[in-house]
């Protein structure tokens, strides 16, 4: 890929760790420790390990969950994975449908020319993405422990000590809490988890009916028509999805039995169909909360440990995993050294609006999914009004969140959105960010990227299809910069990128 067009260089080798004294007893074996191996763990440490940053990611249970819940990879998360050159790997997995019918379940036609590549939704095993992204991270170096639970932390100036369940001791610069919902790292930072606990609670298992097929569709169709939060899906092997609304609100902890199951699928449909020989079940509910701060010093906290709302619209695995990919190369500039002074702090400054706006449409939408009659009516007048195409398509962007514009000062409408994967002369553009660099795309032919080259590329492309002279776009693809002023330049790379190697 080196040419005189292109021009990028390796990221230079690991400098050692500063050590924190030499009475200290905990040395600095790792940069970061990440706790949780979910989908958000797996994502930061991949992102980590492309700038040789050294991670440990630490899994409190021992092996994978043993059912299978099929999540949906909306546009954002699909870009994302092609920008690190995933995304044919992910795509084996995944069926794809239309970007459509995602807004409180709402059934519309996708609108035409999304402005994606990739536009359409893909759904996929939740343990076969958990593996990919794993698989990915240790690919790349990580090193990835089960079994290991965090029970308490202290931090300094310098780093953060761990304590594990099993009273063992690590030591590492910084802490990343991607422990879930019930984060410990987030209890243990003494962070406020502000917002309202669940009202309503939605009981999902995967099982095998005893009636015909038919039956089951005709009274599917005929209770969906009011109620949202209900269906039996043929999943495959004979068995069936089955979601159906909770009688209350229980222990999340514990797992609903398939009594439960059975006298909730009377009571709604009039029948249980015979539900039978569960594979797994399970219990959400719509609680809807967000972390007063996503750092605390040398503790971060991202995906669910920052956020957690109603699975309606699919959002959640998504929002976690562009965190992580917000997030990886900031912590890698902080670590390696180069990072502007205030980058880290904008991880919480451009994230948590986004996870706020999320909480907020997936209320919307649990509103919209109530059987009374006041949104009932709600429904019907937005189901009247997404005909028109710009109110679908607003939803169906802010959903599949290619809307998110981080605030980057004044400037053209692109500055702080994502640029789509338009055409090069190298290929994509997206392929040119599988090593998580910036990169100047630059029409002039007259720009350089200078002392910026150990983390910036350059690609001069005059037939590039952009409507602007040239851009700077960020590791994460958010357009930093539009112009073709040098020195205008120069001021965005410092911003971004910290001071010149030379």
Same mark, same amino acid.
Request: net charge neutral; glycine share 12%; with cysteine.
């Given at each position: 890929m080196n040419s005189p067009q292109f021009t990028a260089e390796p990221s230079p080798s690991p400098s050692p760790s500063p050590s924190l004294s030499d009475a200290d007893p905990y040395p600095v074996p790792y940069d970061v420790?990440? +706790?949780?191996?979910?989908?958000?763990?797996?994502?930061?440490?991949?992102?980590?390990?492309?700038?040789?940053?050294?991670?440990?990611v630490l899994e409190k249970e021992t092996e994978p969950a043993p059912f299978v819940r099929i999540v949906g990879l909306h546009i954002r998360s699909l870009e994302l994975m092609a920008m690190r050159g995933l995304l044919d790997r992910v795509l084996?997995?995944?069926?794809?449908?239309?970007?459509?019918?995602?807004?409180?379940?709402?059934? &519309?036609?996708?609108? /035409?020319?999304?402005?994606? +590549?990739?536009?359409y939704l893909l759904g996929i095993p939740h343990p076969v993405i958990v593996r990919l992204l794993e698989e990915r991270a240790v690919q790349l170096g990580a090193q990835v422990r089960r079994g290991c639970a965090v029970a308490g932390f202290e931090q300094d100036d310098e780093g953060v000590t761990v304590d594990l369940a099993d009273g063992e001791r690590l030591r590492a610069r910084y802490l990343v809490g991607c422990d879930g919902g019930?984060?410990?790292?987030?209890?243990?930072?003494?962070?406020?988890?502000?917002?309202?606990?669940?009202?309503?609670?939605?009981?999902?298992?995967?099982?095998?009916?005893? $009636?015909?097929?038919?039956?089951?569709?005709? &009274?599917?169709?005929?209770?969906?028509?009011?109620? &949202? =939060?209900?269906?039996?899906?043929?999943?495959?092997?004979g068995a069936y999805s089955v979601v159906v609304p909770a009688a209350g609100v229980g222990d999340r902890a514990e797992p609903p039995t398939l009594q439960d199951f059975k006298q909730q699928l009377r009571a709604i449909?009039?029948?249980?169909?015979? $539900?039978?020989?569960? =594979?797994?079940?399970? @219990?959400?509910?719509?609680?809807?909360? #967000?972390?007063?701060?996503?750092? $605390?010093? @040398?503790? #971060?906290? +991202?995906?669910?440990a920052a956020h957690i709302h109603p699975p309606t619209g699919g959002q959640g695995l998504n929002l976690g995993v562009q965190d992580a990919f917000n997030l990886g190369w900031k912590l890698a500039a902080q670590i390696r050294g180069w990072a502007p002074e205030t980058l880290l702090?904008?991880? *919480?400054?451009?994230?948590?609006? $986004?996870? /706020?706006?999320?909480?907020?449409?997936?209320?919307? *939408?649990m509103e919209l999914h109530?059987?009374?009659?006041?949104? *009932?009516?709600? @429904? =019907?007048?937005?189901?009247?009004?997404?005909?028109?195409? /710009?109110?679908?398509?607003r939803l169906i962007e802010k959903i599949a969140a290619i809307d998110i514009r981080y605030d980057f000062g004044d400037g053209p409408d692109l500055?702080?959105?994502? #640029? @789509?994967?338009?055409?090069? &002369? *190298?290929?994509h553009l997206y392929g040119l960010l599988h090593r998580g660099r910036g990169l100047l795309l630059d029409r002039t032919a007259r720009l350089t990227v200078g002392g910026w080259s150990d983390r910036v590329d350059h690609l001069a492309d005059p037939t590039a299809v952009l409507d602007v002279p040239c851009v700077l776009l960020r590791p994460d693809g958010h357009v930093a910069w539009i112009g073709d002023d040098q020195q205008d330049l120069d001021a965005h790379l410092s911003r971004w990128f910290g001071k010149p190697a030379n």
């Open positions: 420790i990440i +706790a949780g191996c979910g989908p958000t763990g797996a994502m930061l440490a991949a992102e980590l390990r492309l700038h040789d940053v050294r991670v440990l084996e997995h995944g069926r794809r449908r239309p970007a459509a019918g995602f807004f409180a379940g709402i059934s &519309k036609p996708a609108p /035409e020319g999304l402005d994606s +590549a990739h536009a019930r984060s410990a790292v987030r209890k243990l930072l003494g962070v406020g988890f502000p917002g309202e606990p669940s009202r309503t609670e939605t009981l999902m298992g995967e099982m095998e009916v005893g $009636v015909p097929q038919e039956e089951v569709a005709a &009274k599917v169709a005929e209770i969906g028509e009011t109620n &949202k =939060r209900f269906w039996l899906r043929p999943f495959g092997g449909a009039g029948t249980d169909f015979g $539900v039978h020989s569960p =594979r797994w079940l399970s @219990r959400f509910g719509d609680a809807t909360r #967000l972390a007063e701060r996503y750092r $605390v010093g @040398r503790v #971060l906290l +991202a995906g669910d702090d904008t991880y *919480q400054t451009e994230r948590r609006p $986004v996870a /706020e706006n999320v909480l907020d449409n997936t209320r919307a *939408q109530s059987t009374e009659p006041g949104p *009932q009516a709600l @429904r =019907r007048l937005l189901t009247e009004l997404m005909d028109i195409d /710009e109110v679908n398509r500055l702080g959105r994502r #640029l @789509r994967d338009i055409e090069v &002369k *190298q290929g």
